[in-house]
């Protein structure tokens, strides 16, 4: 018997930075790079998708744990 589908499959996340308090550690970028990115211009945090799968919630949780400015709010 195959699993069945996971009772989040297919629901989104929202996700929200301050760029204000982002110190430009590019610590999430390494962390959900399809979540974040860096700035060219300043090095500041991108939100490149602010409503990810919620199958990213585990690695969206270890960059709110990394993020040294406390910049990145998930929820
Ligand atoms: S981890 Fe935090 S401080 Fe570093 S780039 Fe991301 S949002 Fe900015």
Do not use: H, K, W
Request: glycine share 10%; with cysteine; hydrophobic share 40%.
């Amino acid at each position: 018997m195959t699993p069945g589908p996971r009772a989040d499959e297919g629901t989104t996340l929202r996700v929200a930075v301050d760029r204000a308090r982002c110190c430009g550690s590019g610590n999430c970028v390494l962390a959900v790079p399809e979540v974040f990115e860096q700035d060219d211009a300043d090095g500041l945090v991108l939100l490149r998708d602010p409503a990810p799968r919620a199958a990213l919630r585990e690695r969206l949780d270890r960059a709110v744990d990394l993020c040294p400015a406390g910049a990145i709010r998930v929820g």
